[in-house]
């Protein structure tokens, strides 16, 4: 059974930085895709970034130039690297997997910007 664990969530000011990690275990043959979605209260879960197999991303448009997706493909870990953080980018992240053709998801860590 494959899983996602995530870490480096926490509580930042409003310009500051953090990086989360996620890494997956268990039996992987192929990760085709890996990355990030996040949901704040009340609104529904987006796509923050995506990261392929042949090495192409893909942001949303409010974090593209802050937030930077890094995955290594030979430890199955992606990582999202995310700068000039705002208040708007409060919410719970969630690592996102196609991994052996079945979608995985993590189970979320908590980043909080506060002003």
């Known amino acids: 059974q494959v899983r996602l664990v995530e870490s480096g969530g926490g509580l930042v000011q409003t310009g500051g930085s953090l990086r989360l990690s996620c890494a997956a275990s268990?039996?992987?043959?192929?990760?085709?895709?890996m990355g990030w979605y996040r949901q704040a209260p009340g609104k529904q879960r987006e796509m923050v970034a995506l990261?392929?197999?042949?090495?192409?991303?893909i942001y949303a448009d409010s974090v593209k130039g802050r937030f930077t997706i890094d995955r290594d493909s030979a430890e199955n870990t992606v990582y999202l690297h995310m700068n000039s953080l705002k208040s708007d980018d409060t919410a719970g992240y969630y690592c996102?997997?196609?991994?052996?053709?079945?979608?995985?998801w993590g189970q979320g860590t908590q980043v909080t910007v506060s002003s």
């Open positions: 996102y997997a196609v991994i052996n053709g079945n979608n995985y």
């Open positions: 268990g039996t992987v043959f192929s990760a085709n895709v």
């Open positions: 990261s392929t197999k042949v090495d192409s991303t």
